[in-house]
């Protein structure tokens, strides 16, 4: 019985030293990801940041969550959360077994400004395998060098559009 509860996938080891049966892998996983979700969103909503649930597939929650930083004037520290339903990859209970596959999971992508990095964000799959990505960018580690030096630069942005190039300036 122990040797069948360490099958193929990682799951299966938390799953056996936590005392899960398999069958009951959905209602264990719901406790942990409500747990990830609470632990991960706590410190934003006690300084009073916006935890905000996204449904359209196609917004650029990065451009959203700089919007969100230039209405409330935030320049350094925390922004926001942005929190999305995108496909994960994760594991199944299915006859006895546990299997791979893909499916929507709870995302809370997390987005602020480091004094030493910039602009940056941390993107967290609450579903089990919690998977965990942090975005740094060198183009805005630069820019934040050097407006802390003092210097007056713009950036340009390039977007593609069907077949065209525009660039936009920014002034940092």
Known sequence: MATESRACC????DLWQ???PFKHYGDY????SERVKKASTRACSEAGLPVIYVREAGVDKDEYARRV???RGIGSGPVCVLSVLEPCPTFEYV???IVRRKRPCHVLNHYGWDQRLGWMHA????????HIQIGINGR??????????GWRSSRRKTVL????????????
């Open 10 to 13: 990682p799951g299966s080891i």
């Open 18 to 20: 936590n005392a899960v």
């Open 29 to 32: 996983l719901k406790k942990i």
């Open 69 to 71: 930083a230039a209405e």
């Open 95 to 97: 006859k006895s077994k």
């Open 123 to 130: 993107r967290i799959q609450t579903w089990f395998p919690v």
């Open 140 to 149: 805005e580690w630069l820019a934040q060098q050097m407006r802390q030096a």
């Open 161 to 172: 559009r069907g077949s065209r190039i525009f660039n936009a300036r920014r002034n940092c």
